[in-house]
T-cell receptor
């Protein structure tokens, strides 16, 4: 099956600093990548959707200037949490999807990045 | 509006069968997904249904009724490792996944 990697798997940073999380599709071309956030005991919350070479589409309530998303290639998307604060501490998960056709609507998830802001 | 409903928590016994229900309302419909998520880990794909009926995959089966906006995930011969959250997600007309809050399944010996 398709493999998506995420790096780092966990990070601790100080309040006010920025953190970059990478999401890579290892064996397929990811036309679309999704970034999710999940707080403890809650479901996935979609933050933004990005298509390769285009600006990301952010969900309502997600600050695009705070969560910078770059999808520069078909295998790499990055999420940068700028000026992180303790309330940004969460589990960030990316997923990737290839070209849409009737056989491939599935999103393949990365292993997630646990961010702790102190 | 778009909405996915599923029970918050269920308990079952090792070796038994459990059915996790999900009702959905989406703007357009391009299929229904089930994912498994163990605590602290990312979701893993279990099944995808776009046509009515039952799809069986080993110990796991998934059912869809589009007319009723209803799906269920059936887990047979439960094992302790099946303790996890099970996420139901409907795909809307824009191919976006609308996620349910997840059902936490607790397996007891």
């Amino acid at each position: 099956g398709a493999v998506v990697s995420q790096h780092p798997s966990w990070v601790i940073c100080k309040s006010g600093t920025s953190v970059k999380i990478e999401c890579r599709s290892l064996d397929f071309q990811a036309t679309t990548m999704f970034w999710y956030r999940q707080f403890p005991k809650q479901s996935l919350m979609l933050m933004a959707t990005s298509n390769e070479g285009s600006k990301a589409t952010y969900e309502q309530g997600v600050e695009k200037d705070k969560f910078l998303i770059n999808h520069a290639s078909l295998t790499l998307s990055t999420l940068t949490v700028t000026s992180a604060h303790p309330e940004d501490s969460s589990f960030y998960i990316c997923s990737a999807r290839g070209q849409l056709d009737r056989f491939s609507y599935e999103q393949y998830f990365g292993p997630g990045t646990r961010l702790t802001v102190t | 509006g778009q909405n996915i409903d599923q029970p918050t928590e269920m308990t079952a016994t090792e070796g038994a069968i459990v059915q996790i229900n999900c009702t959905y309302q989406t703007s357009g419909f391009n299929g229904l997904f089930w994912y498994q998520q163990h605590a602290g880990e990312a979701p893993t794909f279990l099944s995808y249904n776009v046509l009515d009926g039952l799809e069986e995959k080993g110990r796991f089966s998934s059912f869809l009724s589009r007319s009723k906006g209803y799906s269920y995930l059936l887990l047979k011969e439960l094992q302790m490792k099946d303790s996890a959250s099970y996420l139901c997600a409907g795909m809307d007309s824009n191919y976006q996944l609308i996620w349910g809050a997840g059902t936490k399944l607790i397996i007891k010996p």
